[in-house]
């Protein structure tokens, strides 16, 4: 029977369009200490009628049409009809405008805003068409005069933090065109733009990005850092638009910055990676090559760990590397399990291509002749002596300080201290050096479960013989037994 039931056509039920929380006003209004007032009377008539008398009224005297307004706006208030006050008060700021009487116009911003029982949303939207008369003015005096005023309004009001945060940007911009990055920078940081739940992400990001660019302004790399660990990063895969993947360059640009500082290689691997991953670098094919041999570069000037290794070969298998191929060499010599030879290899063939670069690969800047560009590539000399070191151990239980040195392109003082660094950080496990007799002793140290597991393997292969040998005893004395019985009768 279940089987034969027929569905049940149900129509949709129209619910018609989403309500704005203008056309709520008649519910409620939320007064300005966040109480919430319940509307007394319906005062849109008398709204109409007043604000038509201040519109003939202002075009003769702007001034009096403005305060022909005072008492509506005090009713509407009082009686919280919040889209009547919300008129009111934004048709007052209006005709102070269109009458160009800019005192008149800051001090009804300041006045309205300082009002008993003020509503937020009348508030809030007056703010927002004052942030949008702003670059009608007619002067930059005026301009950050009315800007000091919206910033005096907002402060410290959570339903106006947007339109604080683009004032305070006005300021900032200002104040960097003049010099003055120290106090802008001040001013900037103060927003805490992360908190602001009426932003949108794509806004937040912005202003964030900029915080963390001032902060480098700054030489301040610890603000930085806790700001950008603010910006999620998933934010940039979600929306693939161009100002999306503008906002993602910079990041991963001020990023880069900060790890350079750091000295963090692998993490600015990894940020030439994003980079290169974009859509829009992916399309200039210069810029995606730049970024994919920095990528690699980096990744080879990182310390050697399981993450580095990890990353190193799985940029290996890239396909996108036949596009350099001379860094896909370099990249293998890594790779291979072979020592390189820093200066008949690195030096002899690639350091042209490394340091000035050539017609087909334009050099990557990672090894200018700046002082971090000379860190650089003493850096990579490092890493090519840890390669050839790891090499050595798999092969060698001693060797001596001279053969040591001659194969990690190090005078005998520098390969000392090189390989003593090697064994405290742990690249090296169990490598002695004995000073007296200039050797080096690799032989590696087991862990102590793996020193059981070998005395119980000897122990075991010592039982597995003694029982063989016995049984094989035990096999002549019964042959021989055997033969001597035979043997006996005959006699």
Not at 73 to 96: F, H, I, P, W
Not at 217 to 241: C, G, M, P, Q, W
Not at 296 to 314: K, M, T
Request: proline share 2%; with cysteine.
């Amino acid at each position: 029977m279940a089987d034969k039931r027929e569905p049940i056509p149900v129509e949709p039920v129209d619910a018609g369009e989403i309500s704005e929380l203008d056309s709520l006003a008649h519910l409620a209004a939320h007064g300005g200490d966040g109480r919430l007032f319940k509307m007394e009377q319906d005062y849109t008539k008398q709204v109409d009628e007043a604000l038509l008398k201040a519109r003939d009224l202002a075009q003769k005297d702007p001034v009096a049409a403005v305060e022909s307004l005072n008492n509506i706006e005090k009713v509407t208030r009082l009686g919280a009809d919040m889209k009547s006050n919300t008129r009111v008060v934004q048709y007052m700021a209006k005709l102070c405008f269109e009458g160009q009487k800019w005192d008149l116009l800051m001090e009804t911003i300041m006045t309205l805003s300082k009002k008993r029982l003020l509503i937020k949303m009348a508030i809030a939207k007056m703010v927002r068409d004052a942030v949008a008369m702003i670059e009608k003015m007619p002067t930059e005096e005026l301009k950050m005069k009315l800007i000091e005023t919206l910033r005096t309004v907002t402060a410290g009001k959570i339903y106006v933090e947007v339109e604080r945060a683009r004032l305070t940007s006005m300021v900032v911009k200002k104040l960097e065109a003049e010099g003055k990055i120290d106090e802008a920078a001040t001013m900037l940081l103060e927003l805490q733009v992360e908190t602001y739940g009426s932003m949108e992400m794509k806004e937040k990001v912005h202003y964030l990005l900029e915080q963390m660019r001032y902060s480098l302004v700054r030489n301040d790399y610890v603000r930085a850092t806790i700001i950008s660990k603010k910006i999620n990063i998933k934010f940039f895969n979600k929306l693939e638009t161009e100002e999306v993947q503008d906002l993602k360059l910079k990041y991963y640009d001020l990023m880069i910055r900060i790890g350079l500082h750091d000295g963090n290689y692998l993490d600015v691997c990894r940020h030439h990676r994003e980079i290169y991953e974009t859509k829009k670098v992916k399309a200039d094919t210069v810029k995606a090559t730049g970024h994919l041999r920095s990528a690699i570069v980096y990744c080879l000037l990182a310390p050697h760990n399981n993450e580095q290794w990890d990353l190193l070969n799985r940029i290996a298998i890239q396909r996108e590397l036949e596009t350099v191929p001379d860094y896909k060499i370099i990249l293998d010599l890594f790779i291979n399990q072979e020592l390189i030879s820093f200066k008949g290899t690195i030096v002899a063939k690639y350091e042209k291509l490394l340091r000035r670069g050539t017609t087909i690969a334009p050099d990557t800047g990672i090894f200018d002749k700046s002082t971090e560009g000379e860190k650089r590539w003493s850096d990579l000399h490092l890493r090519v002596g840890e390669h050839n070191m790891r090499m050595i151990a798999k092969y060698y239980t001693q060797i001596t300080f001279e053969r040591l040195a001659e194969l990690l392109d190090f005078p005998v003082d520098e390969m000392e201290s090189f390989v003593c660094n090697l064994i405290v950080s742990g690249q090296i496990s169990g490598a002695k050096l004995h000073r007296p007799s200039r050797i080096v002793n690799l032989r590696l140290k087991k862990a102590n479960v793996e020193q059981l597991d070998v005395w119980a393997s000897n122990v075991q292969k010592l039982t597995d013989t003694l029982n063989k040998v016995s049984h094989l005893i035990l096999k002549e004395q019964m042959v021989h037994k055997n033969l001597d019985l035979a043997a006996a009768p005959r006699a």
